[in-house]
């Protein structure tokens, strides 16, 4: 690991912390109105459409099915270890999810279908961005075209940024929930590529791809 790394993690442990922090002590930050309204005012059905649908995608039911799929095509691909981390690490960061929310204990904002529990920090967005980031990671490592590569990596992308949009959106979150979760989920997600790289190297096995990345 270079010398960079540890620190670069240690400053957004530290960010995530505070930004914890001021979570539990004030229900809005800075910016979190702006941005919430600049979503909501946005009028066209369509959009209104694609938020709720994305929203639904981080439901318990969806999200099993999609880790599920996941998890099948790697298996289908003979990536068994790439498989384990596509079950486990959103199972992991579901719990960790929760402990955050319970010691924040921020409340959500003020809508009436959406009102109880708590909201820092999103459990959608985090999930959306530890499943998507493990996909980002893996596609270029396990996909000879190029294309595919761009494919999947493009389509992990805005599957995050669509959930996390669409808790905003709905008025289940605040834009600084959403924050915390990209947070988290960049500091649940280091740690677990790091480990699948060392895996992989001690079995042998799910050898990176070369083509995928140099052509």
Request: with cysteine; aromatic share 8%; hydrophobic share 50%.
């Amino acid at each position: 690991m270079r010398r960079l790394r540890p620190g670069i993690y240690t400053l957004f442990l530290a960010l995530f912390g505070l930004l914890g922090y001021l979570a539990h002590r004030f229900q809005t930050l800075p910016g979190d109105s702006a941005v919430s309204t600049g979503l909501q005012d946005i009028a066209s059905p369509v959009f209104a459409w694609l938020m709720e649908s994305s929203s639904t995608l981080g439901e318990t039911i969806p999200t099993v099915i999609t880790v599920a799929l996941v998890a099948g095509i790697l298996l289908l691909l003979r990536k068994r270890l790439a498989a384990a981390f596509a079950v486990g690490l959103p199972a992991v960061s579901g719990l960790v999810n929760y402990v955050f929310k319970v010691l924040v204990d921020r409340p959500r904002p003020g809508d009436d279908l959406l009102a109880g529990g708590t909201s820092f920090p999103s459990g959608h967005t985090t999930y959306a961005a530890v499943l998507g980031g493990l996909c980002f990671y893996l596609a270029p490592r396990l996909l000879r075209s190029p294309p595919a590569v761009r494919a999947v990596q493009g389509v992990s992308v805005l599957f995050v940024l669509l959930i996390g949009a669409s808790r905003i959106y709905l008025g289940a979150h605040q834009p600084s929930d959403v924050l915390g979760s990209l947070l988290l989920s960049g500091l649940l997600l280091t740690p677990a590529i790091a480990l699948h790289e060392r895996l992989a190297r001690r079995r042998g096995v799910e050898p990176e791809v070369p083509d995928a990345r140099t052509a």
